[in-house]
């Protein structure tokens, strides 16, 4: 695990504690195809921690980006207190290499959902709607629709101290990415913050670091499968 954003709030920067951590599994043989086509196993984790209590309405966003590679992001906004993520406001984004614009703006477009190989999971949970369980025999006899659990409100979700993440399986080693990168060991990224209101499209370098971890696969499905969710 590396930090490549701050170890401590840097309000004119917008930089907050964010870090980096490899690790790999070798993909279960009941793992979803669209997943086992993408990946072979390793994965990405970025954890972001609020270096100060968020202004309501406000959000934090950290993103991570090597030298000429792509992007990859993750926020969460706060809701009408300071310090409470809002409900479905925690989200996670990418940018292409040659799309991402490093120390300056960024067309919102640019910006899209991790590929559905990459099985993107967001924590905490239960901050943005859930997906609705399989019906029970007794639904399914009464002809009834499960419903989603709602996304809500999460106090202290972005006070001081408080993290959110994504992980995500990377992309099979190649030549090239047309899309979502592949971070590995021994590589230099650096972590960039996204500003607010007339600036939400700006960012700024927080912190360059060498990625270290993961360098065998072990046993076992790492992460439960689900879905990216933009910013």
């Known amino acids: 695990m590396v930090q490549v954003g701050t ?18 599994s070798m993909l279960a043989m009941d793992a979803p195809k669209e997943i086992m086509d993408f990946s072979d196993g390793y994965m990405s984790v970025i954890t972001v921690t609020a270096g100060a209590d968020t202004v309501g ?37 990418m940018a292409a290499a040659g799309t991402w ?11 899209v959902a991790l590929p559905a190989g990459a099985a993107a999971v967001l924590a905490p949970a ?12 007794e639904q399914i006899e009464n002809e009834e629709t499960p419903e989603a659990p709602e996304g809500e409100d999460l106090e202290g979700g972005l006070a001081a101290g408080a993290s959110f993440s994504v992980t995500f399986y990377k992309p099979k080693k190649a030549a090239t990415y047309a899309g979502l990168w592949r971070f590995e060991a021994g590589m230099m990224v650096s972590g ?21 971890g993961a360098s065998a696969l072990v046993a076992g499905a790492a992460i439960a499968f689900g879905a990216a969710a933009l910013f």
């Open 7 to 24: 170890t401590a709030f840097a309000a004119d920067a917008w930089c907050h504690p964010t870090t980096v951590s490899l690790a790999g």
């Open 57 to 93: 309405e406000e959000r934090v966003a950290m993103c991570v980006s090597g030298m000429g590679t792509g992007a990859v992001c993750a926020s969460a906004t706060a809701g009408g207190d300071d310090g409470v993520m809002a409900a479905n406001s925690l989200k996670s984004m």
């Open 101 to 111: 614009v490093p120390e300056g703006e960024n067309a919102p477009e640019n910006f």
């Open 126 to 137: 239960g901050v943005n709607n859930g997906v609705a369980p399989e019906a029970t025999p």
């Open 192 to 212: 960039y913050a996204m500003g607010n209101g007339d600036s939400a499209n700006m960012n700024k370098k927080c912190m360059d670091a060498t990625l270290t």
